[in-house]
């Protein structure tokens, strides 16, 4: 089979398995009155940030409403964990492929369990929306809900094995897509004479902002490396020989992590309003300046953890000194790893502020324009959309490239 023919197979698998998954959502538990339910966590902040993850499962109560969150949530665990535990560590540096297949059934483990507890949380949130509620209401939805989430972490691993892209990736990407229409008919008054002016206003902008994050997300800060084997070639440093370090690490994560974060205290008070006063939950409104610096302040937090997380720098200086390569006017060893880490501070700093700009952009446009799509299509899913789509299309560019390689070579 040519490669033509197999990027066709995959891309054909890939799209499949998006259509049930999408389907899943609309399958409605049974029990619940979805009706007044819908109508009461419409303005839910937490539910409309989960919604991004789960296509609007969250607000429908489907069978694949938990989506690929519980094992985004047991991923970013195994991540923790692996770097704390250092067993776990072993299994994925030493043991190759056979480690690396423990953890991912670890994790497969996790998920079960996130799912789970996700399942109880939801059954005792729509409680007061039950017709009939019971034990076997309560043993329905949680074996319902897990059910569908592992649905749906089998179809993300069944894509990353066998389709085209990263599957949890994907999924996330067309849930983040089915909502811009109703997101874009809530927001704009068709009936006005304004709607042109309206679009004048909202396409340059959301151009603007996709430029800017492609580039962003893409900026890499080239640190040159130099091998004594260079040097026995040429006197003269090869300007190919780099090592790329990106600007945003952290990619999405530091920005879902601050907004999970800010979004909690309208949470417990709309759950508990006897515990937090409203006067408190008021300061973490979207437009209060305590909120802005809060948020801020949550992502660079963040950004700096996960870049912790993603580069361990020691092991970049290690690996350098190994293949005998260094950086110019750096010693190896101890000034590697400080210069390293000023670089990286420094680009972890600069990728947070990237950030903290994306994520106010859309309130800010919302206050001048009175628009307010960009709220619910925000900086998290700008950033998803942005990074999913490029790695996708990478992928199928090796694919073409191949099948151009094998043509020539025949």
Known sequence: ?????????????????????????????????????????????LVNFLNIFSGGGFSTIGLFALGIVPYINASLIMQLLTKTIPQLENLQKEEGEAGRQKITRITRYLSLGWAIIQSAGVCIWVKPYVFYWNLDFILDIVF??????????????????????????????????????????????????????????????????????????????????????QLIKSSQIDPKSYLPLKINQGGVMPIVFASAAMAL?????????????????ALFASSNILYILTYGILIIAFSYFYASLVLNI????????????????????????????????????????FLFVVALVPSIIGQITQINIFRGFG????????????????????????????????
């Not at 990263?166 to 849930?175: H, R, W």
């Not at 006005?192 to 800017?212: C, G, T, Y």
């Not at 020691?314 to 390569?325: H, I, P, V």
């Open 314 to 353: 020691e092991d970049l200086s290690d690996n350098l000194k190994k293949m005998g390569a260094s950086i110019p006017s750096i010693r190896p060893g101890e000034e590697t790893n400080k210069y390293l880490k000023k670089i990286i501070n420094r680009l972890t700093f600069l990728g947070a502020l």
């Open 265 to 281: 205290p309208n949470y417990i008070q709309s759950a508990f309003p006897t515990i937090v006063p409203q006067e408190l939950a």
């Open 1 to 45: 089979m040519s490669n033509a023919q197999t990027l066709l197979k995959k891309i054909t698998l890939t799209l499949l398995i998006l259509v049930i998954a999408r389907l899943g959502v609309f399958i409605p538990v049974p029990g619940i009155d979805h009706a007044a339910f819908y109508s009461q966590i419409s303005n839910n902040t």
């Open 144 to 229: 319902s809900l897990t059910a569908g989430s592992i649905i749906i972490m089998w179809f993300s691993e069944l894509i990353t094995e066998k389709g085209i892209g990263n599957g949890a990736s994907l999924l996330i990407f067309q849930n983040i897509i089915s909502g811009i229409p109703q997101n874009f008919k809530n927001s704009i008054n068709t009936d006005s004479h304004n709607f042109a002016n309206q679009l004048l206003i909202l396409l340059p902008l959301f151009i603007s902002m996709l430029v800017i994050t492609i580039l962003v997300q893409e900026g890499i800060r080239k640190i040159t490396v130099i091998s004594a084997r």
């Open 379 to 410: 900086a998290t899913s700008l950033l998803i959309l942005v990074g999913v789509a490029i790695d996708t299309a990478k992928q199928i560019q090796t694919y073409i490239i191949s099948e151009q390689y094998e043509t020539m070579m025949k």
